[in-house]
């Protein structure tokens, strides 16, 4: 069975700060998906990035990078230099390639940046 | 405007009165899912769709009914709600399944008394 946690319930960091969310993962499949969203105070839910189980390469975009580790099963996010539009609830998710169809989410992460 | 609806947005409504929430994507996406967000537990996957007239359990299908006749609709019913029931509703659609991310409604907040 498939299944996300993530770990850290909240965070709480000052602007300007770095900051990492953790993601670890359980799956059997050799091919799978991970994802991450990002869910504002406004409350929609908005992706942010996809990566496959044969790509570990990590990818940065602008202040965002994602570190995809295989041999741990985890794909952390960290946010650099964090600013206050940063505040949100982030989500990891999974996808079975054997499986298509299950999406497992883990609980998030609320992010809190302070002025 | 590629989009993903879901109405109603908000809903309250009483123990055992049949409700149906729409939801709809103009974008001719294969996969569509339902979630519930509930405080602390992330998103659970409802039901989902692979396509029209596939449908299959997500991971708390209790209590729920999904249909998909047409590609772009994917309706969400609940035949008697209960309070537990009582959440935020999201659908979603994906171009296919697993690989591809979902593009997400506006979220539906329903309230069974």
């Known amino acids: 069975a498939q299944k996300v946690t993530q770990a850290q319930t909240e965070i709480s960091v000052v602007e300007k700060e770095d900051v990492t969310l953790d993601c670890v993962y359980e799956t059997r499949d050799t091919t799978y998906y991970l994802f991450w969203y990002k869910q504002p105070p406004s409350g929609e839910l908005v992706f942010l990035i996809r990566r496959n189980s044969f790509d570990e390469q990590n990818e940065i975009s602008g202040r965002y990078s994602w570190n995809f580790q295989k041999s741990t099963s985890s794909f952390n996010f960290t946010i650099t230099a964090s600013q206050v539009v940063d505040s949100a609830v982030y989500f990891c998710a999974l996808s079975e390639g054997t499986n298509a169809g299950k999406s497992t989410f883990g609980d998030g992460t609320t992010l809190t940046v302070k002025p | 405007e590629a989009q993903v609806t879901q109405n109603p947005r908000y809903l309250i409504t009483v123990t055992g009165k049949k409700l149906t929430v729409t939801c709809s994507q103009n974008?001719?996406?294969?996969?569509m899912s339902w979630y519930r967000q509930d405080p602390g537990l992330g998103l659970r996957q409802i039901y989902y769709s692979m396509n029209v007239e596939v449908t299959d359990k997500g991971d708390v299908p209790e209590g729920y009914k999904v249909s998909r006749k047409e590609k772009r609709n994917f309706p969400l019913i609940l035949e008697s709600p209960s309070p537990n029931q009582t959440s935020l509703y999201f659908c979603?659609?994906?171009?296919?399944?697993?690989?591809?991310?979902?593009?997400f409604g506006p979220g539906t907040r329903l309230t069974v008394l």
């Open positions: 979603a659609s994906s171009l296919v399944a697993d690989y591809n991310e979902q593009f």
């Open positions: 974008m001719n996406h294969e996969y």
